[in-house]
């Protein structure tokens, strides 16, 4: 019993003279982020791609800046198990490409990176080449596109469309209309359709089209009573066309000087007529011809190829032998004009006291005459006593017909008109949007000029 109560009081000295001591606290774990896949790979398409990410604490994330993708989820990861989300845009460049995707949490940090390869879109024409006729008309081609093409339209050309000017994903069709063509040879062109960086070409061709035969477009009943058809020597020009000699401003405020007869200005060749406006010297010169004939009624033609240009004021037209009245009570029939700033958009007009420019009342149609810049198109007029009709290639444009009051404020066309065939350089219409000097020399071209009569 004395020794069980020693051992008891040894052991509670030890115990009294050696406390326990207090534990100390271990460090807080590292933060820890895991991605599910080593990189996060967006479709070469672009849309959305996303990884699983476990994570023991919350981490901001970070683009790099690259434009080409977003984040969709939230800038920052929490603790657990989440799903990151990025946005890519399509990759139309010729190579692939990556970024980064950074994490931080307090002082520790990790990447991610994201990678894109790069897209191939892919267009296909049922035909390699679209194939017209020359007396015009349409062509359809399927197309199969796993992205959006845009046409160039710089390939354009005045013979031929195409629509739609972008071809969007999947099937489809493309439509090729063509212009009748008034050149016997075959034209090709080739358009081009661009996808990012990417490139697809197609060939239009338009077979050999027909000039348009000698009287093709004259009224019935009419015959052939006077014509110029160039082939003679320039020299030879006076003996059917009187030249007007005028200062610059004289009409229109045109800028042009016209001069007399002068080979500089107009001329015979390869059996055409060449109207120039050119510069010479601090000015422009150009030539306007009247012819010394003149009629009451007929059927009045010209083949014409317009001169290009913001600037250039062309016109095939008709004025009174007799304008004592003045203008516009004398009466003044325009069958052809145009100004190069509204390329191929050719019009007609007459002008009289009741209906003139002056107060917008004039009578006049215009249209679109594709090609009138780069080939000869037919201009006509048909007067009556009836009415007045103008054409271009033997299509109705304008009508005015004669209101049988026997008024000469609304018909004075009851007298003998000439011809007028002119280049007029800037002025009131042709300048009305400024003009461009790059385009000096110019040139108006006339195949013929013909004169019908029942």
């Given at each position: ?179 009748r063509s008034y050149v016997e040879q075959k034209r090709s062109k080739k358009i081009h359709f661009r996808s990012g960086e990417h490139e697809k070409v197609l060939t239009v061709t338009q077979k050999e089209g027909e000039s348009v035969p000698t009287g093709a477009y ?216 400024g003009v461009d000097e790059n385009a000096l020399p110019c040139t108006m071209k006339v195949d013929y000029v013909r004169v019908y009569k029942k």
């Open positions: 019993m004395d020794r069980m109560l020693y051992i008891l009081s040894v052991l509670f000295l030890l115990v009294s003279c050696n406390p326990v001591p207090t534990p100390v606290p271990e460090p807080d774990p590292e933060p820890v982020i895991n991605f599910s896949a080593a990189e996060l790979v967006a479709a070469p398409e672009g849309g959305e791609a996303s990884l699983k990410v476990t994570a023991s604490a919350t981490w901001s994330v970070e683009t790099d800046g690259q434009g080409w993708y977003s984040l969709v989820s939230a800038p920052q990861i929490y603790s657990g198990e989440s799903i990151l989300k990025i946005s890519a845009e399509p990759n139309y460049t010729t190579a692939a490409r990556s970024a980064t995707l950074r994490f931080k949490c307090g002082e520790k940090s990790a990447s991610l990176k994201l990678s894109q390869a790069f897209f191939v879109p892919e267009l296909t024409f049922e035909q390699s080449e679209v194939t017209g006729e020359g007396a015009g008309g349409a062509v359809v081609v399927k197309t199969t596109a796993n992205a959006s093409w845009t046409l160039d339209e710089n390939d354009l050309d005045y013979w031929f469309t195409v629509s739609p000017k972008t071809i969007s994903r999947g099937e489809g069709e493309l439509k090729v209309t063509f212009n004259v009224p019935e009943g009419y015959e052939l009573v006077w014509q110029d058809d160039f082939s003679e020597a320039s020299s030879e020009l006076v003996t059917k066309w009187r030249y007007e000699n005028w200062a610059p401003g004289f009409v229109n405020h045109e800028l042009q000087r016209y001069v007399p007869d002068d080979r500089r200005t107009s001329y015979t060749q390869d059996g055409s007529l060449y109207i120039v406006a050119r510069k010479d010297g601090g000015q422009v010169i150009s030539a306007r011809m009247n012819s010394r004939e003149s009629w009451l009624y007929g059927y009045f033609e010209a083949a014409i190829w317009l001169p290009k240009g913001k600037g250039t004021w062309p016109a095939f037209w008709m004025m009174p032998d007799d304008q004592s009245k003045g203008w516009p009570a004398c009466g003044e029939i325009d069958i052809m004009e145009e100004v190069g700033v509204d390329a191929n958009i050719t019009s007609s007009s007459i002008h009289c006291e009741a209906y003139n420019h002056v107060k917008n009342t004039q009578k006049t149609a215009s249209r679109t005459t594709p090609g009138a810049e780069n080939e000869y198109h037919v201009y006509a007029l048909e007067w009556t006593e009836d009415y007045i009709k103008s054409y271009v290639d033997g299509v109705l444009l304008l009508e005015f017909r004669n209101d049988k009051a026997g008024r000469e404020s609304t018909w004075p066309f009851n007298k003998k008109f000439f011809l007028i065939l002119n280049l007029a350089w800037g002025g009131d219409w042709g300048g009305y949007a």
